[in-house]
């Protein structure tokens, strides 16, 4: 009996889920700029693929001014919100951040169904923008660019990474979820505990992989031979493998970060730990976010750095091969508070070109 209210349930969850929460047509005013270059494509599909590294672009003399664009849906929806991901949030091997060269959204008109209007200030930031909708009943939402902040090099090609929509669920909907909860995860509770209690014991018990490990160690390589040839910095510690305990004596300074590096002129000391990455991942929110390590250990980074006070960086590279990344971040240990870092937060830390000597700029490690 429990079963089978469980499978009707799921399955009018996923009836409801599949007839609504759908765009019928997305429509912009003007055809996307076209790239003369393979890797960039401007589509006006960008704006709703989940990927905020993509963008819908267009170009004209008032540097886009006038455009719109429109979203309209197969029925009405309940919709909360849209968050609006402004310029094109990526980092180009051979230009660099893209996010101020070309122009963004400044001030748009929100029109919902054709006759509800408002104006809508966007803060020239990388972050996601609330736009507030809160109506029931929408079938059309008419975005109408006003004003612009100027690109500095292509200031006549206006661009938006991603528009997400945010619904208002329905309240049998939500009594539904909690019917579920009820069923499934509550009953399921004691006995997952225990499950994953029995992993997390096994795990401490050999918890090393050596593919993750090997990885680490050659992108380890490829940074301390960057600051080998750094003239400002030289590495005055290159701290012991953790792993590769010595007969099981642990020594407490193996827990250090990778390098101690000190700048030769001032004398100013830092440290610097390296963390390679083959991906990014996607977060609750469907953000791409970069997991760099445990709250473990960024606790015990951070009891270091005060320890010693000496200001700590994290040298993360991502994706490529561990021996050349195809970027990498130069970050302070103070930015880097949580176990995943957004990718739109890291951009402006990218080094540029990734194998550039170290050097120090205003007191900061570059």
């Known amino acids: 009996m429990k079963k089978s209210i469980v499978l009707t349930i799921i399955v009018l969850l996923c009836v409801s889920c599949s007839n609504s929460h759908s765009i ?88 919902i169904n054709g006759f509800k209007c408002y104006d809508q200030y ?27 902040y100027k690109g500095s090099r292509w200031d006549e090609d206006l661009a938006i990474s991603e528009i997400k929509i945010v619904y208002n669920k329905p309240f049998y909907l939500i009594f539904m979820y909690g019917i579920v909860l009820l069923l499934i995860i509550v009953p399921c509770y004691i006995k997952r505990k225990e499950i994953v209690n029995a992993i997390a014991s096994i795990l401490k018990k050999d918890d090393f992989n050596h ?40 020594i407490k300074s193996d827990a250090n970060p990778d390098f101690m590096i000190t700048h030769k002129k001032s004398n100013k000391k830092f440290f610097v730990t390296c963390k390679y990455r083959s991906k990014t991942l996607k977060n609750i929110e469907n953000q791409d976010v970069v997991n760099w390590a445990s709250q473990k250990q960024i606790q015990r980074y951070n009891d270091i750095a ?25 970050v302070p240990l103070s930015e880097a508070k949580y176990t995943d870092i957004y990718l739109n937060k890291l951009q402006k830390y990218v080094r540029i070109p990734k194998d550039k000597a170290f050097t120090l700029q205003s007191g900061k490690l570059k």
């Open 211 to 250: 593919k993750t490990y090997e990885k680490g160690k050659e992108f380890e390589y490829f940074i301390a031979e960057i600051l080998n040839k750094s003239k400002e910095f030289e590495i005055e510690r290159w701290t012991y493998d953790i792993n590769n305990k010595r007969k099981g004596i642990y």
């Open 122 to 148: 966007i803060p020239d930031t990388k972050e996601p923008v609330t736009i507030n909708i809160d109506e029931p009943n929408v079938k059309l939402i008419k975005l109408t660019i006003l004003e612009v």
């Open 24 to 111: 019928y047509e997305l429509k912009t005013s003007s055809h996307q700029l076209i790239s003369q270059l393979e890797r960039f494509s401007y589509d006006k599909y960008n704006l709703i693929d989940n990927k905020i590294y993509t963008s819908w672009q267009v170009r004209n003399k008032n540097n886009g001014i006038g455009e719109w664009i429109e979203i309209r849906f197969n029925a009405e929806q309940s919709i909360d919100k849209l968050k609006l991901y402004n310029g094109f949030q990526y980092i180009d091997n051979e230009f660099g951040d893209l996010y101020y060269l070309n122009s963004r959204a400044k001030r748009i008109k929100v029109c």
């Open 306 to 330: 005060k320890r010693e006070n000496i200001e700590t960086y994290i040298v993360i590279g991502l994706m490529g091969i561990p021996s050349n990344p195809e970027y990498v971040f130069c």
